[in-house]
C-alpha cells in the first residue's frame, strides 16, 4: 500500500517566517575575528529568541567592551561588564534548576519518551565576538533544550498547563533582561560619549575664537622692512614698500 500523507508537516516555513522578523544589525564596522559555533535550535521559543536578540547583544556589548573603553573609565566599563555576567549568571541559574526539575518529574513518573518538534530545526553556525556572547548562546540552547521538556510534563499532566506558562514567561525574562540590560548599558554611553564630544568641541572653538583675538590684536604690518608678513588667518599681507630716499 502506497504511503498517505495524512498531516502535513513543516518543510522549513516556519524558519523562514521566523528568520524574516530577525533584528537587521549592521556588522560591517566590526572588525574583530569571531568564533563559529555550530548551534542547533528546535523550539520555537530558542529560535526566536536567537534570532531577535543574540546579533543585537553582540553589537551593543562590543560598543561596551571595545568601542566605549577607548573613551571611557576602564573600571566603569568593568562594571558594567560584570553586572551583565551577573544577569547571565542568574539565568544560567535558573535553567539549569528547571532543566534538573523537569528531568527529575519525568524519571519520577516513569515517563521515557520527551515530547519533540515535526518543524524543521534552526541549523546555524553562530559568529560569536566575545566571551559574555557565548554565555548568552549558552543561555539560549539552555532555554531550547527546557522547552519541549516542560511540553512533555504538560501532556502527561504532571504540571498543569498554567504552571508551564508562568514558568516559561519568567525564564524567558530573565533571558530578555540580559539582552535589554546591554542595550540599556550601551545606549548611556553613546550619550556620554556625545556628550564629552560636545564639550570637547566647544573647547576648541573657545580656544580657536581665543587664538583670534590675539593674533587680530597683534600688529600685521612690519615698519617699512619690504618684508610680506602672515597674517592671523595665515594668509599673507603685502606690505607697502618706502620711497627710496631722495
Given at each position: 500500500m502506497a504511503n498517505v500523507e495524512i498531516v502535513k508537516v513543516d518543510q522549513g516555513g516556519a524558519n523562514a517566517r521566523i528568520l524574516a522578523r530577525e533584528a537587521k544589525v549592521d556588522f560591517r564596522r566590526v572588525e574583530a575575528a569571531s568564533l563559529k559555533i555550530a548551534t542547533r535550535?528546535?523550539?520555537?521559543?530558542?529560535?526566536?529568541?536567537?534570532?531577535?536578540?543574540?546579533?543585537?547583544?553582540?553589537?551593543?556589548?562590543?560598543?561596551?567592551?571595545?568601542?566605549?573603553?577607548?573613551?571611557?573609565?576602564?573600571?566603569?566599563?568593568g562594571k558594567i561588564e560584570t553586572a551583565l555576567r551577573s544577569r547571565i549568571d542568574t539565568a544560567t541559574a535558573s535553567l539549569n534548576e528547571a532543566i534538573d526539575g523537569a528531568e527529575a518529574l519525568c524519571k519520577a513518573h516513569g515517563i521515557t519518551s520527551l515530547a519533540s518538534y515535526d518543524t524543521v530545526p534552526l541549523d546555524l553556525d553562530v559568529h560569536v565576538?566575545?566571551?559574555?556572547?557565548?554565555?548568552?548562546?549558552?543561555?539560549?540552547?539552555?532555554l531550547d533544550q527546557l522547552m519541549p521538556l516542560l511540553q512533555t510534563l504538560e501532556i502527561h499532566e504532571v504540571v498543569s498547563a498554567?504552571?508551564?506558562d508562568?514558568?516559561?514567561?519568567?525564564?524567558?525574562?530573565?533571558?530578555?533582561?540580559?539582552?535589554?540590560g546591554a542595550r540599556s548599558f550601551a545606549t548611556g554611553l553613546r550619550r556620554r560619549m556625545n556628550a564629552l564630544d560636545a564639550?570637547?568641541?566647544?573647547?576648541?572653538?573657545?580656544?580657536?575664537a581665543a587664538d583670534t583675538d590675539e593674533a587680530l590684536e597683534a600688529p600685521t604690518v612690519a615698519?617699512?622692512?619690504?618684508?610680506?608678513?602672515?597674517?592671523?588667518?595665515?594668509g599673507v599681507l603685502h606690505e607697502a614698500i618706502p620711497l627710496a630716499p631722495e
Open positions: 535550535f528546535s523550539s520555537a521559543e530558542g529560535k526566536r529568541m536567537f534570532v531577535r536578540m543574540f546579533n543585537t547583544l553582540q553589537l551593543n556589548t562590543h560598543f561596551i567592551s571595545v568601542i566605549a573603553r577607548t573613551r571611557l573609565d576602564h573600571e566603569e566599563i565576538l566575545s566571551s559574555i556572547s557565548r554565555r548568552f548562546l549558552e543561555v539560549l540552547v539552555k498554567q504552571a508551564v508562568t514558568q516559561r514567561a519568567g525564564l524567558k525574562r530573565q533571558v530578555r533582561d540580559i539582552a535589554n564639550r570637547t568641541g566647544e573647547t576648541a572653538a573657545l580656544a580657536g615698519a617699512t622692512t619690504g618684508v610680506a608678513t602672515p597674517n592671523a588667518t595665515g
